[in-house]
């Protein structure tokens, strides 16, 4: 896990490598793109739902991605995504992810507050259409 600044480059890939058993295949799909002039950012990511189907942890996800990241000699820079977590999952990953994304299926449907939304509103008269 990197201790340095967040920086993506302008091509990342999520690797949806559910049984931690695909990194080095994924990790050589972005090394033979490297060669074609192409620089993916590796971003391995699974969610909370998934780990729990599968009964793997994300330190497994970290293990195979450093594991890959080592054996391909890979030198430029990887990531791991807390994917699809909230506050009751994210301890978990805390870690061994470099950035976290947010599940917001809880939150959809649900009606906003009226005065949360007036105040976003009169914050922000550039997005209000005619």
């Avoid at 699809?84 to 507050?113: C, M, N, W, Y």
Wanted: some cysteine; charged content about 20%.
């Amino acid at each position: 896990m990197s201790t340095q600044p967040l920086v993506i480059g302008k091509f990342s890939l999520g690797m949806g490598d559910r049984f931690a058993h695909e990194a080095e295949a994924q990790l050589a799909a972005c090394v033979a793109a490297k060669k074609l002039g192409v620089e993916i950012v590796p971003v391995w990511n699974k969610s909370n739902r998934e780990h729990n189907i599968i009964g793997s942890e994300p330190t497994s996800t970290r293990a195979a991605a450093d594991a890959a990241v080592k054996t391909l000699g890979w030198t430029a820079p990887y990531f791991l995504d807390a994917d699809h977590i909230g506050l009751k999952t994210v301890e978990r990953f805390v870690g061994v992810s470099d950035f976290f994304t947010i599940d917001v299926a809880d939150f959809i449907a649900q009606p906003a507050d009226p005065a949360a939304v007036k105040a976003f509103v009169d914050r922000h008269p550039e997005l209000v259409g005619t």
